[in-house]
């Protein structure tokens, strides 16, 4: 089992940055394929991005391309979320999830919300115009 816990929300202006932290429990975080995923009021919980542990590849959703990056720090357990440029299309419910180890994902599925077996509760980040 891995508990997983988000920090680092909060209400920002439109063209701010904000970094947002997933502290994981146990000692195989190293061997975990993470992932980051929002959802707005009234939506549906979309794929922002993911960290694949084997060869630390990453992937991104369309609407944050180029302007979030995820990065892991193993050896504190904690899986990061730079966000840069944000506006009011952000706002959301910021969630980190894991998928268990030893499950393999391709490409396609880590963008899959079933894919992910352990979820934290959330944080709030808020983008005013």
């Known amino acids: 089992q891995v508990q997983l816990v988000e920090s680092g929300g909060g209400l920002v202006q439109a063209g701010d940055s904000l970094r947002l932290s997933c502290g994981a429990s146990?000692?195989?975080?190293?061997?975990?394929?993470m992932g980051w995923f929002r959802q707005a009021p009234g939506k549906e919980r979309e794929f922002v991005g993911a960290?694949?542990?084997?060869?630390?590849?990453?992937h991104y959703g369309d609407s944050v391309k180029g302007r979030f990056t995820i990065s892991r720090d193993n050896a504190k357990n904690t899986l990061y979320l730079q966000m840069n440029s944000l506006n009011p299309e952000d706002t959301a419910v910021y969630y980190c999830?894991?998928?268990?180890?030893?499950?393999?994902?391709?490409?396609?599925?880590?963008?899959?919300?079933?894919?992910?077996?352990?979820w934290g509760q959330g944080t709030q980040v808020t983008v005013s115009s």
């Open positions: 146990g000692r195989t975080f190293s061997f975990l394929d």
């Open positions: 999830a894991a998928v268990r180890l030893g499950r393999p994902t391709t490409a396609q599925a880590i963008r899959d919300i079933a894919t992910y077996d352990y």
């Open positions: 960290f694949k542990w084997n060869g630390g590849t990453t």
